[in-house]
């Protein structure tokens, strides 16, 4: 456990994530017994990004960024006349355009920050908390990570070896469950707190004629779940599909994108992209080790042995996500804890989509505690507001966000009824 031990050191140091894995790997070997060379770090390292499914990954996030351009106000208007005549429905608005966002970018972070940026200047005129807007922005954004396309479910897939497109199908109802509780939640204390003032009266010409202008980016996750579920094409090719659908619209069909900016959209994608993927590479050798030092067999052994009921261990999984979520970053998690708790869920009997979709949910969650937090971080700088100054709003997001994850804990068909339908 001394890895785990070098890793917190690392961390608290303030290291990026990716080089507090890699250095820690490297420390490990140099400080322990072992009959292997520090290259088996950087071999480890190329090897653990050589997957033609990760190819999703950056095609996903390009897809995302270049759907910023005429996408998200089209979104924003649709959901705003969907829900706006609800007295505090901009707050159900706000959860609606993250899960409209989400099914098309594939990223929560990404989620947070687009519709972030548009939604919560409206908010906070409009006379909504600032502490309030930025958990719920954060809470609804990092679904993005369940609603599919997902690019948290690419690296769970690679690295379980549970089918993407079923993982995709098996985030769809508890993904659109999480955003309902939330819907709920934030008219619900809207309309305690008087928040936006008198409700809009409906309009169904607005909405008529919003869904149409919003129609064509509303397609997008319809043909990716379609094109993946009747087989014409591979969960990592409708990233392609994506990207080649978000810049016909961003530069052809709403022309809000130039030629000359497009250089810099896919610029601004490739950075992002090698910064997840440089966690990925890293994380790599940190999973081999921790394999080869038979980590993984003594913690099963260790949770195996405190409890046979497979509820339990279902709970003491939830708590190790929880925890790990809250401190690390998504991908890195994901790639670190999935050899290590994939194979004690099986033993316990636990569908492989159903933990994959409780580990998204789990680590969206993480995504908005604090002290990481990194959908919160976003959102609340948008806002323009401390962390701090989210208490209690943010504990009540989260509340929210538990409770929705219990139902779908305890109901796996929540998860498995989709795909085992397809």
Not at 2 to 10: E, S
Not at 21 to 32: D, E, N, P
Request: charged content about 10%; glycine content about 10%.
């Amino acid at each position: 456990m001394i890895i785990f031990l070098i890793l917190g050191l690392l961390l608290i140091m303030g290291l990026p994530v990716s080089f507090a894995i890699g250095l820690s790997c490297l420390v490990f070997i140099f400080t322990q017994d072992i009959t292997v060379t520090a290259s088996i770090i950087s071999q480890r390292m190329i090897s653990g990004v050589d997957s033609f499914p990760l190819l999703a990954l950056p095609f996903f996030l390009l897809a995302g960024n270049l759907m910023v351009y005429g996408t998200t106000p089209r979104l924003m208007s649709f959901a705003n006349a969907l829900l706006g005549f609800i007295k505090g429905g901009l707050a159900g608005v706000s959860v609606v355009a993250s899960a409209f966002f989400g099914a098309i970018s594939g990223s929560g972070v990404a989620t947070v920050a687009a519709i972030g940026s548009v939604v919560t200047p409206e908010m906070i005129k409009k006379g909504y908390g600032r502490g309030f807007v930025a958990p719920l922005i954060a809470g609804a954004g990092v679904l993005g990570m369940v609603i599919p396309p997902s690019m948290a479910m690419v690296v769970f897939g690679v690295s379980s070896g549970v089918s993407i497109g079923d993982l995709f199908l098996a985030g769809i109802i508890p993904g659109l469950l999480v955003s309902v509780f939330l819907i709920v939640f934030g008219i619900v204390i809207s309309n305690k707190r008087n928040y936006g003032g008198d409700a809009e009266q409906f309009d169904p010409k607005e909405l008529a004629v919003s869904f149409k202008s919003a129609i064509l980016p509303l397609l997008l996750p319809i043909i990716i779940l379609g094109g993946v579920m009747s087989g014409i094409f591979t969960p990592t090719e409708s990233a392609v599909v994506a990207v080649v659908y978000a810049l016909i619209l961003a530069t052809v069909v709403y022309r809000e994108l130039p030629i000359k900016k497009l250089f810099s959209v896919i610029k601004e994608s490739a950075v992002n992209s090698s910064i997840i993927l440089f966690i990925i590479a890293a994380a790599t050798p940190f999973g081999w080790i921790l394999t080869t030092q038979q980590i993984p067999n003594q913690i099963a052994n260790v949770i195996t042995n405190a409890t046979s009921s497979g509820f339990v261990i279902l709970l003491l999984i939830s708590l190790i996500l929880l925890v790990m979520g809250t401190f690390m970053e998504t991908i890195a998690t994901i790639i670190i804890m999935t050899p290590i708790l994939f194979p004690i869920a099986m033993q316990a009997g636990i569908e492989p989509l159903h933990f994959g979709v409780i580990m998204m949910v789990n680590l969206a969650i993480g995504g908005v505690t604090p002290p990481l937090a990194v959908g919160l971080f976003i959102s609340a700088k948008i806002a323009d507001i401390s962390v701090e100054k989210t208490f209690p709003d943010v504990l009540y997001v989260l509340l929210v966000m538990i409770l929705s994850y219990a139902v779908i804990v305890l109901v796996p068909a929540l998860s498995l009824w989709i795909p085992s339908h397809f």
